[in-house]
Nanobody, 119 residues
Framework: QVQLVESGGGLVQGGGSLRLSCAASGSIFTIAVMGWYRQAPGKQRELVAT???????NYADSVKGRFTISRDNAKNTVSLQMNSLKPEDTAVYFC?????????????WGKGTLVTVSS
């Protein structure tokens, strides 16, 4: 099992910034992918950003140029710097990791942290 602990959510005014962090611990093999997803009220969970162990990045079009994902492979942490926040960024943000070894892989999710952006 892998445990994920998220931090950094909260309330911010539009145009402001927040930084989310997530630390993975437990039975870690290779964390092939780390990232963030979000779910707004009444909507499906959607990709925000992911980063592979090799540093390949993937961002949702809606956050490109405003959000930056980074990870520390030695510490098994991933962070999301969110700038120029908009009310439509309001959602519960979930940390995600893909734990992998040989032919085994499993996805893990954090409990989520709420980000609220006021207009």
């Amino acid at each position: 099992q892998v445990q994920l602990v998220e931090s950094g959510g909260g309330l911010v005014q539009g145009g402001g910034s927040l930084r989310l962090s997530c630390a993975a611990s437990g039975s870690i093999f290779t964390i092939a992918v780390m990232g963030w997803y979000r779910q707004a009220p009444g909507k499906q969970r959607e990709l925000v950003a992911t980063i592979t162990s090799g540093g390949n990045l993937n961002y949702a079009d809606s956050v490109k140029g405003r959000f930056t994902i980074s990870r520390d492979n030695a510490k098994n942490t991933v962070s999301l710097q969110m700038n120029s926040l908009k009310p439509e960024d309001t959602a519960v943000y979930f940390c995600y990791v893909k734990n992998k070894r040989a032919f085994y892989e499993r996805d893990y999710w954090g409990k989520g942290t709420l980000v609220t952006v006021s207009s």
